[in-house]
């Protein structure tokens, strides 16, 4: 399930549970390339963050490169992947930390 960002709180967000959070930009042809992944994997919970709008989250979390994929479980940043990252490796990196 995809949510995009608004005004929540990302760190009251992903408190419970495995999150996938995808910092992206609309302009960026590797995060397009990303989300058509993302949009295909119903059974995992995604919060996409767009930087242009959120700049200080992505200052928050260190954000140098998009697309960045952070791996979220119960509020605490397990792996940081900068760059395309397929499906098949996302899938493993999520079996790895539940």
């Known amino acids: ?11 009251e967000l992903t408190e419970k549970g495995t999150y ?6 609309d302009w960026c042809g590797p995060c397009k390339m990303l989300s058509s992944i993302l949009e ?12 242009d709008i ?6 928050q979390y260190g954000i140098m490169s998009i697309p960045t994929v952070i791996f979220i479980k119960n ?3 397990v792996k940081k992947i900068v760059g395309f990252i397929s499906e098949e490796e996302i899938r ?3 079996e790895n930390i539940e």
Do not use: S, W
């Open 1 to 11: 399930m995809i949510k995009y960002l608004k005004n929540e709180n990302l760190k």
């Open 75 to 77: 509020g605490i940043e």
């Open 92 to 94: 493993e990196i999520l």
């Open 20 to 25: 996938l959070v995808d910092f992206y930009a």
């Open 54 to 59: 959120h700049q200080d989250l992505a200052i």
């Open 40 to 51: 295909t994997m119903e059974d995992v919970n995604i919060i996409k963050v767009n930087t």
